[in-house]
């Protein structure tokens, strides 16, 4: 694990939390992007892993079938030197004390402290003033646009980030930590952040609990610390920023377009006294399957792959419904949460709750060209259904421009496509 060694290093990750491993993953790669890595999501199976000969292993305590106290029990039985990272949330000096006759190499507490993790990491697989080069593999010879984002479908991170989240954090850090209300006020517009600390505060919830289906919500739940470590570990991750200007384009479109459905559904649902935040939230998810494929074409064109205009206005088409099902399935965001998201494209059969039909409603609004009036909309089934008349939907329309935090960056890109538009998403099937 120096430079003297030319052969990469094996890191063994044992951690049950998903997304916990995933951010394990994301942090490793990037102090050593080369590392040969072997995930485990339980002590049984990171047992079986050690006859691979890490290099290095970063184990949960509390993990399932051999919780790692007793996996570097057998490790360290073989012998004292293979580093071994222990963490827990258990940070009681009884605790500790029980651990440290094993020598681990370090014992970090839960939620983790990233800098810290970091700066081990570095002086575990690198050697001081070592630099690591890894280049974007090419495409394989033959490959094609459509086999590449058939096969990201089922691993695609979701979509780009839009907010700043070094300076939403400091913004939200005072004296007293991390303040979640400030915090969920400066990263709300981002359907990324807020999709992801949904989706792990559920995996985290007590089966008696109910469903997370807000930011705030998913913040309260996961708690400052580990809030904080997930949104920062979005940063890592590749293309977590789109620099491809005809991709930041047409993000600039999907992002504008789940605002402006988040407003009026928040609007909508205060109007009519429903969930506001539920509705706001399911609005500004509801183009993450485009934002996703969009990201996905990012790292076809820096793997060398062609890309034009045709070529994203095909994909977006072909997969933006499908990369967004297998995100919100694999994420396992909360049923309710998916159906009100589908109820912006179109209505299923059966009878319709408030709720649906104000997210289908609010979906319309959205969708609806600047120059073209409110009667058709006030005349369909959804608004005679709500009895929201011309008059309603007129007021409702002032809601046209939200209030956003975008960066800066990011703000350019949506003034930069005012002019010319990218063509919407599919309005027949939800993405």
């Known amino acids: 694990m120096s430079a003297a060694d030319p052969a990469p290093p094996c890191v063994l990750i044992a951690e049950g939390d998903p997304w916990v491993r995933d951010m394990l993953r994301e942090m490793l790669l990037s102090v050593r992007c080369d590392a040969r890595l072997q995930v485990c999501a339980d002590g049984s199976e990171a047992l ?41 949330s258990r940070s009681d000096s009884a605790s500790v004390r029980e651990a440290l006759p094993l020598h681990p190499t370090a014992y970090l507490s839960k ?50 980030l839009f907010a ?18 400030v915090l969920e006020e400066e990263v709300r517009s981002d359907p990324q952040v807020t999709a992801v600390l949904i989706a792990a505060a559920n995996s985290a919830a007590l089966h008696r609990d109910a469903p997370v289906q807000t930011l705030l919500q998913a913040l309260n739940k996961l708690g400052s610390t580990q809030s904080m470590n997930l949104i920062l570990g979005l940063t890592l991750k590749r293309s977590a920023r789109l620099t491809d200007p005809l991709l930041a384009q047409h993000a600039a479109h999907f992002w504008n377009l789940s605002l402006h459905t988040a407003e009026y559904a928040r609007s909508l649902a205060r109007m009519l006294d429903l969930d506001e935040e539920r509705c706001y939230c399911a609005g500004l998810l509801h183009c993450l399957g485009d934002l996703a494929v969009l990201r996905c074409l990012q790292e076809w064109r820096l793997a060398g792959g062609e890309l034009d205009e045709s070529h994203v206005h095909t994909s977006l088409k072909d997969f933006g419904a499908a990369f967004g099902s297998a ?8 049923l309710s949460l998916r159906e009100l998201i589908a109820a912006i494209y179109q209505l ?19 969708r609806l060209p ?62």
């Open 48 to 88: 079986t892993a050690l006859a691979s000969k890490p290099d290095l292993i970063i184990a949960a305590r509390e993990l399932t079938g051999l919780d790692g106290l007793d996996l570097l029990r057998k490790v360290r039985a073989k012998g004292p030197g293979l580093p071994f990272i222990l963490m827990s």
């Open 111 to 160: 939620p983790l402290d990233l800098d810290n993790l970091r700066k081990r990491l570095k002086e575990l697989l690198l050697a001081v003033g070592e630099q690591i080069a890894c280049p974007v593999p090419p495409l394989q010879p033959g490959a094609s646009l459509p086999a590449f984002l058939e096969q990201r479908r089922a691993t695609a991170d979701g979509g780009p």
């Open 164 to 181: 700043d989240v070094q300076v939403a954090i400091k913004r939200a850090l005072n004296p007293q930590g991390l303040n979640l209300k």
């Open 327 to 334: 995100l919100r399935t694999r994420w396992r965001l909360p």
């Open 348 to 366: 299923g059969g059966g009878v319709y709750s408030r709720e649906i039909l104000a997210m289908n409603l609010a979906g319309q609004l959205a």
């Open 370 to 431: 600047a120059d073209q009036g409110l009667e058709k909309v006030a005349e369909n089934k959804t608004a005679r259904l709500l009895k929201v008349g011309l008059a309603q939907l007129s007021r409702l329309r002032k809601v046209d421009n939200p209030e956003v935090k975008p960066r800066e960056d990011a703000k350019a890109q949506v003034v930069e496509i005012k002019g010319e538009e990218p063509p919407a998403p599919d309005e027949a099937t939800p993405s």
